[in-house]
């Protein structure tokens, strides 16, 4: 871990915090410089929320000690309120309010005054795709539109840090790509990112460094590609209209036949061109049914670096 | 900004903030307004008759119905108050719940407008519930020989018993986990001016509910009302009421307070 810096926008050392008897988050170093955007991955219950509701001041820590925009957290969490945003996987808006009145609320709460508070209203309604719905109670919503709403509300602030927690989970692949391009937007303009997602290819297409949080520790740390050369996983599969065609592939391939009359092999391969190719040419022109790339999801992450972990103990 | 403009200031967008949901739902204010009024109207014309003949004439009239009506309204009058602690403990733990107030903590605004915010909506609420049923009480023979003064006072004796219980359900209303429950404590307060002087008088009472009856809080704040608005002694009745309000408005004001800045995880 380098020194705290001034340039830091967040600055975490040694972060401890349990419930009981269950340890949450056990002894986490974090150094995340302004302007990136860093992406903290792990399944469920991994302790994901729990280390963004710490840093945004909603829950307290055990220990460590934490800096955000170069408050303390123990000391000066009004400071740091007021240089941060929170858009929380549960949607953080007054559902009996519409898109446009929840804008002014949080415009009134940052005392912007009345006619900048509307002005910014309107401008973030407009950014956000949401001027046909401005009207409509936000309970009436979907949820691409909520979410949207959501970081619409985040941003009335202006702040300099942004926590996303989880973002896209629940969204629909359109809704989900609209959100990374709200994202990437910010990141232009200069703000940092704290990222939680359950999606390795998400944090791929937006993070400038990515954690993987397991049982409340760090298993690997590092940029997209540094993490992507530590996961194999990735393979071809190809399906077969009969048992006599996989032989005959298998034995091109010099792989074993699997047992039981199965009709699909799963060849290990990086899903790169050139090894694609390869693989085509050995194959020649031998019958195959279906032809389909796997690239390493985060299950294959999960299993091979706590694999690892278990065999390195 | 001074820390006590920001609370004014971020007090006052809660409080449109509330009274934009009342607008919205209105079926909460709706019932608490409702409520007593159904009370009075039972009371009156249906058990009016008998228990105003048992009043035992203070006035030596034995006008029955009509003598109960001036004895009940001052009851009724702190069923409202209840009635709207009730629906702020409710619209309060419903709030807890939602995502927004766990935005509103990230936020650098004053803490005690996201509580002060509902008391105040709740006020509004309550006051106007009790206009409307002097209103009502008025149509159906309530017949106040209060002066000015005495109105005055017992105004602020409405508005200081609000507050109080007001405070109270803002407090179960942090510390209830679902708004089930928030709906289901607060239950006992609209009962507490039937165990009181609220319906009958408590001489009429077996021993331990009349002594209950004559120490709890809801009885002299009524027999206080009741000597403002028609005549008759208060006594002591004023000096209790102004304690017990301003007791119950202290410690619930610590306790909401103090459980609203809990770690919300402890919830």
Known sequence: MPPSTPHSAISVIGLHKSYGDHLVLDGIDLEIPEGTVFSLL?????????????LSTLIGADAGELRVAG???????????????VTGQYSAVDKLLTGRENLILMADLHHL???????????????????DARGKLAGAYSGGMLRRLDLAMTLVGRPRIIFLDEPTTGLDPRSRRTMWQIIRGLVAGGVTIFLTTQYLDEADQLADRIALLDHGRFIAEGTPEELKRLIPGGHVLLRFED????????DALGMRTPDGGALTLQVPSDGTVPALRDLLDRLGDQPIAEFSVHTPDLDDVFLTLTGQKELQR | MTTMTRAVTDSATMLRRQLRHAQRYPALSVGIA??????????????????????????????????????????????????????????????????????????????VSMLTGHVLGSLIQTMGSMTILLVVAFAIGFRPNANPVEWIAAIAVML?????????????????????????????????????????PTDSMP???????????????IETLR???????????AVQSIAWCGGITLVSYIWAKRLFNRDPSTR
């Open chain 2, 227 to 237: 000597g403002l608005l028609l005549g008759g002694p208060i006594g002591s009745s």
């Open chain 1, 113 to 131: 005054g009345r006619a900048e508070g509307r002005r910014r209203a309107d401008e973030l309604l407009e950014r956000f795709d949401l001027v």
């Open chain 1, 71 to 85: 408050h303390d957290l123990a000391t000066e969490p009004d400071a740091v309120r007021g240089a941060i945003g």
């Open chain 1, 243 to 250: 048992p006599g065609d996989l032989r005959k592939a298998a």
């Open chain 2, 207 to 221: 021993a331990g509910l009349k002594t209950f009856a004559e120490y709890q809080p809801f009885t002299p704040i």
């Open chain 2, 34 to 111: 409702g409520l007593p009024i159904i009370f009075l109207l039972l009371f009156v014309y249906v058990f009016g008759g008998a228990l105003g003949a048992g009043l035992g004439g203070a006035g030596g009239t034995g006008g029955g119905r009509s003598e109960y009506v001036n004895y009940v309204t001052p009851g009724i009058i702190l069923m409202t108050a209840a009635s709207g602690a009730l629906s702020t403990s409710v619209s309060v733990c419903t709030d807890m719940t939602e995502g927004i107030i766990a935005r509103f903590r990230t936020m650098a605004i004053a803490r």
């Open chain 1, 42 to 54: 792990g399944p469920n219950g991994a302790g994901k929320t729990t280390m963004v509701q710490i």
């Open chain 2, 160 to 200: 200081m018993t609000t507050v109080a219980l007001t405070w109270l359900s803002v407090g179960i209303g942090v510390w209830c986990k679902t708004p089930e429950s928030a709906s289901n404590v607060p239950l006992p307060l609209q009962l507490m001016p039937f165990m009181g002087s609220g319906f009958v």
